[in-house]
């Protein structure tokens, strides 16, 4: 039998009224909703929304028009450096995620 507000193949899917919490890193649990777990959410999507606005609005001002324009021309005079940058990073990412879900699994293991 599944927990209170879990259902589903092994219980991994959330019922109506509730909301899957990563508050366990160990075990993740499904928590009833509330105005105060939907209040704390919800600054993110409005950081984002912010973020886009700012954004498009400085894309559209004239004063930073010829600076994203500076920035353009700039990344495609770097783009081959970049390129090769990007490469590089994604392989310490890839490695980064591959260390950090071994010491997790490690840890919920016990040792």
Do not use: Y
């Not at 004063?63 to 005079?77: C, P």
Request: one cysteine or more; hydrophobic letters at 45%.
């Amino acid at each position: 039998a599944c927990r209170l507000g879990s259902n589903g193949i092994l219980c991994s899917l959330c019922d109506d009224g509730f909301f899957l919490s990563a508050q366990d890193s160990e075990l993740d649990t499904c928590e009833p909703c509330n105005a105060a777990a939907v209040t704390s959410t919800l600054w993110v999507p409005v950081v984002v929304a912010t973020g886009i606005v700012g954004v498009s609005a400085s894309c559209l001002h004239p004063w930073t028009m010829s600076r994203w324009n500076t920035l353009l021309n700039w990344l495609s005079f770097k783009e081959e450096a970049l390129m090769a940058l990007s490469g590089k990073l994604s392989t310490m990412v890839t490695l980064w995620q591959t260390v950090s879900l071994l010491v997790e699994n490690h840890q919920i293991m016990g040792g």
